[in-house]
């Protein structure tokens, strides 16, 4: 097609083209920037929430680890003195024991009053030391205690009182069992 229109006209329509193309062009990158700017608005909304959602994650282990280190320093504390009972469990008398020696050392023959024990491992071995006193109301009585207690427990001593009476005792007895022999 030719184009018969005159240079002033033809310098016009170009020029209305190019405005046509810079609004074109101008309207693109408008919608573009304003497509980019609610992109760029809706990351940071999801990058927000996923980082809030990752800090309460974070403190809820942060807590969690918190009561767990609380929970392991209570459980070190009750096996340390689990342990020391186990020990002291390990190095005392078993009482029940003696208890029941005494009693059957004592059979009717004579009353039990107090009884006190004392471990004593200065020497390298374990020695607990028992002292008891109480009531016989015969000598022949406290020498079938004395028999009875010596068949049974170490280094049995009366108190010299103890002896000088025939009716009516009251005595005081000490003698030891070996710790490590339980």
Same mark, same amino acid.
């Given at each position: 097609?030719? *184009?018969?229109?005159?240079?002033?006209?033809?310098?016009?329509?170009? *020029?209305?083209?190019?405005?046509? !193309?810079?609004?074109? +062009?101008?309207?693109? &990158?408008?919608?573009? &920037? +304003?497509?980019?700017? !609610?992109?760029?608005? !809706?990351?940071?909304?999801?990058?927000?929430?996923?980082l809030s959602e990752k800090e309460a994650d974070f403190a809820s282990k942060k807590?969690?680890?918190?009561?767990?280190?609380?929970?392991? $320093? $209570?459980?070190?504390?009750?096996?340390?003195?689990?342990?020391?009972?186990?020990?002291?469990?390990?190095?005392?008398? %078993?009482l029940y024991e003696v208890f029941l020696d005494v009693n059957e050392s004592m059979?009717?023959?004579?009353? &039990?009053?107090?009884?006190?024990?004392?471990?004593?491992? /200065?020497?390298g071995d374990v020695v607990y030391e028992i002292t008891l006193s109480g009531y016989?109301?015969?000598?022949? *009585?406290?020498?079938? +205690?004395?028999?009875? &207690?010596?068949?049974?427990?170490?280094?049995? %001593?009366? /108190?010299?009182?103890?002896?000088?009476?025939?009716?009516?005792? %009251?005595?005081?007895?000490?003698?030891?069992?070996?710790?490590? %022999?339980?």
């Open positions: 097609m030719i *184009n018969l229109l005159p240079p002033d006209q033809k310098a016009e329509v170009f *020029n209305e083209k190019k405005e046509r !193309i810079v609004i074109t +062009l101008m309207f693109f &990158l408008v919608l573009f &920037l +304003l497509f980019a700017s !609610i992109t760029i608005y !809706i990351a940071r909304y999801y990058s927000l929430n996923a807590a969690d680890f918190v009561e767990v280190t609380e929970k392991k $320093d $209570d459980i070190a504390t009750l096996n340390q003195k689990v342990s020391q009972l186990d020990d002291f469990k390990d190095n005392s008398v %078993n059979k009717g023959t004579a009353r &039990l009053d107090s009884l006190e024990y004392r471990r004593d491992g /200065s020497g016989s109301p015969s000598w022949e *009585n406290l020498v079938h +205690l004395e028999e009875e &207690l010596e068949d049974k427990f170490s280094n049995v %001593n009366f /108190s010299s009182d103890s002896w000088t009476q025939t009716k009516d005792i %009251n005595f005081f007895v000490k003698f030891e069992k070996d710790g490590n %022999n339980d």
